[in-house]
């Protein structure tokens, strides 16, 4: 069975950063794209940032400059380093893998900003 395995989350203070940490396995197919999207309560899911095999990078316009995605598609691995978070952050962040057959999402890992 596929399995999306997120990691890091937690309670944090405004202005603190946390790194959230990804890692996909008994995946069949390749991945060509991972990338973190979260939901907060009441609202929809959105993308964070997305990586994919080639290198190439995205980000929502919202954590420009204070997130950073990184990691290892050919070893199936994503991470998001997020600094300067603030209380609107706060919300469950979900790993995604893509593959060219399917798409899978981990479990989540809730993200808490709050003084």
């Known amino acids: 069975q596929v399995q999306l395995v997120e990691s890091g989350g937690g309670l944090v203070q405004p202005g603190g950063s946390l790194t959230l940490s990804c890692a996909a396995s008994r995946i069949s197919f390749s991945i060509y794209r991972m990338g973190w999207y979260r939901q907060a309560p009441g609202k929809q899911r959105e993308l964070v940032a997305t990586?994919?095999?080639?290198?190439?990078?995205n980000y929502a316009d919202f954590v420009k400059g204070r997130f950073t995605i990184s990691g290892d598609i050919p070893k199936n691995t994503v991470d998001l380093q997020m600094n300067n978070l603030k209380p609107e952050d706060t919300a469950v962040y979900y790993c995604?893998?893509?593959?060219?057959?399917?798409?899978?999402w981990g479990q989540g890992a809730q993200v808490t900003v709050s003084s």
């Open positions: 995604n893998a893509i593959t060219t057959v399917f798409a899978y």
């Open positions: 990586l994919s095999s080639s290198g190439s990078v």
